[in-house]
């Protein structure tokens, strides 16, 4: 097989444009939609959250809340305002942690088994959702008249609100300036956003969306992995396919599934590093305590990586469309009887330039290699083709289900030989590469 076809069916349709892989469905960024509901290994893998939840209507989102930190293997520990449990009731949060719900300050039996104190200081992150006004308020000025303000005031760790409140009370001054004073406080806000509220009014007082929620506590805790072997790395990572337009609906487009590349994305944040993942359309989820930029074109896959620079190390793992439809036509091609013409128009090779860069190179570039033949010398003649330091060369045949699979066999090409890899998931290979480029930077 080519070069040509390696992703696609391209090369040979070249002078048949009306059998090229014309992708009319919906893209999976418009859509949004997930293929799979367990994320590979979060940043919040292992991690202990104390979930409060004070008196708001956006208290009715916190069992999915829940749900989701869960199932990205966080555990959730529960403390319940008197005005949050109007909302929630502390039997269906306790059902969906797997925990006790604490709701008194004063019960015997809580403070005897486990004191506010240590509830605090047992987690690795305090989430406030919803954060009411008043919670902002107590928290603003210190005060401690329940278990929710007396563990915000007692804890130790890093500490993210999720404001939720009607327009007005989200606009006052009052608000605004307690805001402020816990910014300054290096507390972390996530929200709230713009649109309808609970209480009929329209603007600013939403309660950021789970997802967003969730991304801004693994962020979060990414900054906290001081300790990571990558902390204070910069890293720039590619993923997914491109889309090249052909007129505003129809596209040329790969099978790329983008899971090796987040996969990639995610085990370095784990690490430590600071993550910018770069990534075509792909129906995979954003990987927590990633900054994700989304991109379609090849062209502008390559904008963006020059916005990410500098970095210590940029990771290309992407399936970059070899050619791009140089005239696309600015509105929908008619079907007529005569089938059109395209004329492509060769992309630019983003590994190569980033390896090839005269001032700002990253200090380890990393590229893949997908082959269905004479893996290793082709591996070697792309590493040295492109300048890159490494290549992951993986073998994409036909029954090897490395494309669109969850498994990949590789080979590490790097300057001192080749190392065997054996078939590991993409999350395994993911995680071992990670460990690899940690001990690079470190030697
Ligand atoms: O040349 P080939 O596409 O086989 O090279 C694969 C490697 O080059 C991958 O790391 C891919 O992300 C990168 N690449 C790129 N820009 C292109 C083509 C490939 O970064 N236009």
Not at 149 to 163: G, H, M, N, Y
Not at 327 to 346: D, E, M, S
Request: proline share 6%; net charge positive; glycine share 8%.
């Amino acid at each position: 097989m080519t070069k040509l076809d390696k992703y696609s069916k391209i090369s040979i349709l070249w002078d048949v444009p009306s059998q090229l892989p014309w992708a009319l469905g919906s893209s999976p960024r418009a859509t949004g939609q997930r293929t799979h509901q367990k994320a590979d290994r979060s940043v919040l893998d292992n991690r202990r959250i104390l979930l409060i939840v004070s008196g708001g209507i956006a208290a009715v989102k916190v069992p999915d809340l829940i749900r989701r930190l869960r199932e990205r293997g966080a555990s959730v520990r529960c403390i319940l305002t008197r005005a949050g449990a109007q909302f929630v009731t502390p039997l269906s949060l306790a059902a969906l942690s797997g925990d006790k719900v604490y709701t008194e300050l004063f019960s015997l039996t809580d403070e005897s088994e486990m004191g506010h104190i240590r509830l605090s200081r047992e987690a690795d992150v305090v989430l406030v959702a919803p954060a009411t006004a008043d919670i902002m308020a107590k928290m603003a000025h210190g005060m401690a008249d329940d278990l929710a303000t007396t563990a915000l005031l007692a804890t130790d760790k890093p500490v993210i609100i999720a404001p939720s409140m009607n327009v007005m009370m989200w606009t006052h001054p009052a608000t605004q300036a307690n805001l402020a004073t816990l910014q300054g406080r290096q507390i972390t806000t996530v929200g709230p956003g713009a649109g309808d509220l609970a209480c009929g009014e329209v603007g600013d007082g939403r309660m950021a969306e789970v997802p967003e929620i969730i991304a801004a506590v693994g962020r979060l805790l990414r900054k906290d992995n001081r300790n990571g072997p990558l902390a204070r790395r910069r890293i720039l990572v590619t993923s997914g396919p491109t889309y090249e337009p052909i007129d505003p609906v129809r596209y040329l487009a790969n099978r790329s599934s983008g899971k090796q590349g987040h996969a990639i994305a995610a085990a370095l944040a784990n690490l430590g590093a600071d993550v910018t993942l770069v990534s075509g359309p792909t129906h995979e989820p954003a990987p927590d305590g990633v900054t994700l930029i989304r991109v379609e074109t090849a062209i502008d896959m390559l904008k963006a990586v020059r916005a990410g620079l500098p970095a210590d190390v940029a990771v290309c793992a992407a399936a970059v469309a070899d050619w791009g439809v140089s005239n696309p036509a600015p509105g929908k091609i008619k079907k007529g009887a005569k089938p059109p013409t395209l004329r492509l128009a060769p992309n630019p090779d983003i590994l190569a330039t980033l390896s090839q860069l005269s001032r700002g190179r990253p200090k380890l570039v990393v590229g893949f290699a997908a082959e269905t033949n004479n893996l290793l010398k082709n591996a070697k003649a792309k590493r040295a083709a492109k300048g890159c330091d490494w290549i992951v060369a993986n073998d994409v045949s036909p029954g090897t289900g490395a494309f669109g699979g969850d498994s990949n066999t590789v080979h590490l090409v790097t300057a001192d030989g080749v190392e065997d890899w054996p078939t590991m998931r993409k999350q395994a290979v993911a995680e071992r590469l990670a460990a690899r480029i940690a001990e690079a930077l470190s030697a």
